[in-house]
């Protein structure tokens, strides 16, 4: 008697039992920490971030012509999976801007910038669960809506001192990652097409790339080393070529990943200027940058 008591109550209590829920990591069969941007879909899945990022750069000669711009900036962002193989996104950047030349004359703007939408299709898995190989195409486009900035007496602010170039700019790319237990590997290559925009400014075209490795000791901890590189092209003002910042330049990257609860990652890391051939003297800080993505 007492071990059918005993077996009806089990069985009443597995009829009862709440719905399970999966993290999203688990939900994809992958644990790896990653950043926004790089992590892989499921159907449904929904992540949200913000990243901060500091940065400076100088242009021109010193004693002659120096113009030098310093940046404090937060994108927030949303991903959102309809189907397992398709990511859509959306990035609105809210920044803060000085601008200052060598005579000592500065701008302030702060305010949204352009936003950048895009479609990540994953057109190659190599296995439906926890898949070692992924082949994605990237699709998007750069909207121009950030709001003209005017100083007091309601003149334009410089071009540098604007908070996007009020263009549209659509960009393609390619994208692989493999797994190899607590390794990862990300490589990619976007291209971006500027529009002409604000007072008849067309940024030069731009091939952008990343090569990363990561590595994962434990569920919590994550250390990755990036090279990011970009190749630009000479923009323009109302047709005529500014060979300033053209060329190409490269940047080490290193980050520390870490995620204090379930469905949360936090990302420490910097992009340091290694390799510096653009053309014209122009002076690139190193970026600091920290952001938490969280799915839901």
Known sequence: MVKTCTAALAAALLLVAPAAFACATCACGDPTLTSMGTEQPFAGRLRLAATMRAWGMTTGDATLD???????RMDVAASYAPLRWLFLSATLPLQARGVRNVSLASERS????DLEVSAKAFVFRDREF?????????VGAELPTSPTVHDAEGRPLS???QLGTGSWDPFAGLAYTMFRGEWSFIASATGYLPTRGRMGFRGGASLRSTLAAQYQPTPRWALRLAADTRLEAASDLLGVPDPAGKGFIGFLSPDVLYSPTTDVVVQLGVRAPILNLL???VRQTPILQAAVAYDL
């Open 279 to 281: 053309s014209g003297p």
């Open 66 to 72: 120096a113009v030098t711009l310093r940046e404090l």
């Open 110 to 113: 702060w305010g949204p910038g």
């Open 130 to 138: 926890s898949p070692d190989h992924l082949i994605a195409i990237l």
């Open 159 to 161: 071009l540098d001192a």
